[in-house]
C-alpha cells in the first residue's frame, strides 16, 4: 500500500469516526427527549387515572344524594296527603313542620354552596374533573406518540453507525423533530390534534 492510499485511507477513517461521533450525539439528544417524554406520559396517565376515579367518585356521591333527595322529597308529598286528611290541629301543625323540614332537607340536597355537596355544586366538580381527565389523556396519547418518534430515531440512528446510510441518520433527524413537536403539542395544545 502506497504512502497516498494510507493518506487517503486515514483520512477516510477520521471522516467516518467524526461523523460516528455526530451520530452518537444525535442518539444521546434522542434518548434525552425520549426520557423527557415517558416521564410527562406517565405523568399525565396517572393524571388521567386520577381524575377519572375523582369524577366517578364525584357523580356516585350525586346519584347518592339524589336518591336522598328523592327520598325526602317523596315523603313530603307523601305527609300533604296526611295534612289534607287530618282533623285534629295539633297533628296538622305537626305534619306541616315535618314537610317544612323534608322540604328544606330536599333544597339542601339541591344546592348546598356553603358545603360544596349539593347536587349542582357535586355535578359541576364532577364534570370538571372529567374536563381534567380528557385534558390529560390527550397530553398522555401526544407523549406516546412524541416517544414512539425518538424511540424510532434511536433506532436508526443505530443503524446509521452499522450501515452507513446517512440517509438514515437524516430520517432520524426528522423524527426527533416530530417527536418534539409532538410533545410541545401535549405539553401546550394537547387538544389542538384529535388522537383517540
Given at each position: 500500500m502506497s504512502a497516498h492510499e494510507s493518506m487517503e485511507h486515514a483520512e477516510h477513517a477520521e471522516h467516518a469516526s467524526g461523523s460516528n461521533k455526530n451520530i452518537a450525539?444525535?442518539?444521546?439528544?434522542?434518548?434525552?427527549?425520549?426520557?423527557?417524554?415517558?416521564?410527562?406520559?406517565?405523568?399525565?396517565q396517572t393524571e388521567s387515572i386520577s381524575k377519572n376515579v375523582e369524577a366517578s367518585n364525584l357523580w356516585a356521591f350525586f346519584q347518592a344524594k339524589s336518591i336522598r333527595r328523592t327520598v325526602v322529597q317523596t315523603a313530603a308529598d307523601q305527609g300533604k296527603l296526611t295534612l289534607g286528611a287530618?282533623?285534629?290541629?295539633?297533628?296538622?301543625?305537626?305534619?306541616?313542620?315535618?314537610?317544612?323540614?323534608?322540604?328544606?332537607?330536599?333544597?339542601?340536597?339541591?344546592?348546598?354552596?356553603?358545603?360544596?355537596?349539593?347536587?349542582?355544586?357535586?355535578?359541576?366538580?364532577?364534570?370538571?374533573?372529567?374536563?381534567?381527565?380528557?385534558?390529560?389523556?390527550?397530553?398522555?396519547?401526544?407523549?406516546?406518540?412524541?416517544?414512539?418518534?425518538?424511540?424510532?430515531?434511536?433506532?436508526?440512528?443505530?443503524?446509521?453507525?452499522?450501515?452507513?446510510?446517512?440517509a438514515l441518520a437524516y430520517v432520524s433527524g426528522l423524527l426527533s423533530v416530530a417527536g418534539i413537536v409532538m410533545t410541545a403539542l401535549g405539553l401546550w395544545w394537547p387538544h389542538l390534534l384529535h388522537l383517540h
Amino acid at each position: 500500500m502506497s504512502a497516498h492510499e494510507s493518506m487517503e485511507h486515514a483520512e477516510h477513517a477520521e471522516h467516518a469516526s467524526g461523523s460516528n461521533k455526530n451520530i452518537a450525539l444525535l442518539i444521546a439528544v434522542l434518548a434525552l427527549f425520549l426520557a423527557i417524554s415517558e416521564t410527562l406520559g406517565k405523568g399525565a396517565q396517572t393524571e388521567s387515572i386520577s381524575k377519572n376515579v375523582e369524577a366517578s367518585n364525584l357523580w356516585a356521591f350525586f346519584q347518592a344524594k339524589s336518591i336522598r333527595r328523592t327520598v325526602v322529597q317523596t315523603a313530603a308529598d307523601q305527609g300533604k296527603l296526611t295534612l289534607g286528611a287530618a282533623t285534629d290541629d295539633a297533628i296538622k301543625a305537626a305534619a306541616q313542620k315535618q314537610i317544612e323540614d323534608w322540604q328544606k332537607t330536599a333544597a339542601r340536597y339541591r344546592s348546598e354552596p356553603e358545603t360544596g355537596e349539593g347536587t349542582e355544586q357535586l355535578a359541576e366538580k364532577a364534570k370538571h374533573a372529567e374536563h381534567e381527565r380528557d385534558e390529560a389523556t390527550a397530553k398522555y396519547h401526544h407523549f406516546e406518540l412524541a416517544s414512539a418518534a425518538f424511540q424510532i430515531g434511536i433506532v436508526l440512528a443505530s443503524a446509521t453507525i452499522i450501515t452507513g446510510m446517512l440517509a438514515l441518520a437524516y430520517v432520524s433527524g426528522l423524527l426527533s423533530v416530530a417527536g418534539i413537536v409532538m410533545t410541545a403539542l401535549g405539553l401546550w395544545w394537547p387538544h389542538l390534534l384529535h388522537l383517540h
